[in-house]
């Protein structure tokens, strides 16, 4: 395994539902990432953040809603999504923020949006 | 409109035999390029990576060559196992930034 645990594995949701994934880094790591993959598109970068500070939010809707209380877990929190929000949302940590630094990928939540 | 997936192209190569997968990337600015593998079920995983000083770099059974004058990546891996089966992707730092930007993938599939 990677170091890098998300929970659940698998989650539906109706559009007004309110949820949240999380991911938990077990590898010392100071910055962790949020990652969108879905059957339409590669895989986008959603957030960053670096020692808790949020460093990247890559035009995301405010329909998700990250939260990094240290630098071991990091929450997506999800609210009002649509279908076409549909997709693996992927956690990666890596020891510094730079992107030479390789990001360890978790295993993904596979989220279907009815 | 109607709204299709994301269409993988497919390799597909005997057990034993060298595989070539390639990537076109966009930006010329580009300096620093990693090649993932993801198998079913988990997430991506780093294989190897080239910066953009170099023409070429090796790992264990795995090369990776950069073109620039073309904008071309390119994966090999050598004598092609079973557990090498998974989506290959390339990804770059577009504008020499620091975040990465990936690729579509190409799925590989070694019969045995």
């Known amino acids: 395994e990677t170091g890098v645990t998300q929970t659940p594995r698998h989650l539906v949701m109706g559009m007004t539902n309110k949820k949240s994934l999380k991911c938990e880094q077990h590898l010392g790591h100071n910055a962790m990432y949020w990652y969108k993959q879905s059957a339409k598109k590669p895989l986008e970068l959603m957030f960053v953040y670096n020692f808790k500070e949020q460093t990247e939010n890559n035009s995301v809707p405010s329909r998700f809603s990250p939260e990094c209380p240290n630098s071991s877990h990091l929450f997506l929190h999800l609210h009002t999504l649509q279908p076409e929000d549909s997709a693996l949302y992927l956690c990666?940590?890596?020891?510094?923020?730079?992107?030479?630094?390789?990001?360890?990928f978790g295993p993904g939540t596979r989220l279907t949006v009815l | 409109g109607e709204s299709v997936g994301l269409h993988l192209p497919t390799l597909s190569v005997q057990e034993g035999d060298n595989s070539i997968i390639n990537c076109a990337y966009s930006n010329s600015a580009s300096d620093y390029f990693i090649w993932y593998k993801q198998e079913s079920g988990k997430g991506p995983q780093f294989i190897i990576d080239?910066?953009?000083?170099?023409d070429k770099r090796q790992g264990q059974r795995v090369t990776v060559l950069l073109n620039k004058t073309v904008k071309h990546l390119s994966l090999q891996i050598a004598a092609t196992q079973p557990g090498d089966s998974a989506v290959y992707f390339c990804a770059e730092n577009k504008d020499a930034g620091n975040m990465l930007t990936f690729g579509g993938g190409t799925r590989l599939m070694v019969k045995p």
């Open positions: 080239i910066r953009s000083n170099m």
């Open positions: 990666a940590s890596s020891r510094g923020g730079g992107v030479y630094d390789e990001q360890f």
